[in-house]
């Protein structure tokens, strides 16, 4: 039994764990959400890569998540080990697209304007300037 306590086999059949992918965009194209429900998490690029793809994000509120999910505009964020609430946030993006299609739009929009190549060299140059 694993620490969860599901016997492997029954792991396996819950959860797709592919490995390495050289088509991970195309992949998060094709989802309809992307969810990370971390216990503990840095700046999550898995984040960054959905949002990028227009995907709404279901992420728990750890680390820096809350940093890049703007909760209730870009996505939901929900407490750390609180299955409940996960589960209550992915019903409510499965019966309200038009909800997922607009927390992807605003995400995709915060990728452009705060975590871009251009953002970030703005960002960097406005620093610098500062200093000088």
């Given at each position: ?25 195309a992949?998060?194209?094709?989802f ?8 503990r ?19 728990t ?8 999910v ?9 407490p ?26 605003a ?24 200093l000088?």
């Open positions: 039994m694993t620490s969860v306590g599901l016997a492997d086999h029954e792991a396996t059949a819950l959860a797709w764990l592919p490995g390495y992918r050289s088509d991970a965009p992949l998060l194209r094709a309809d959400l992307f969810v990370l429900p971390s216990r998490e840095g700046i999550s690029n898995t984040i960054l890569e959905a949002m990028a793809t227009a995907k709404p994000v279901l992420a509120a750890v680390g820096g998540s809350p940093e890049i703007v909760d209730g505009a870009t996505g939901r964020l929900v750390r080990g609180d299955a409940a609430a996960m589960a209550d946030m992915l019903m409510a993006y499965a019966d309200d697209p038009e909800l997922a299609a607009a927390h992807g739009q995400g995709l929009a915060r990728i452009v304007e705060r975590f871009s190549l251009a953002a970030m060299v703005a960002s960097y140059d406005a620093v610098y300037r500062e000088c």
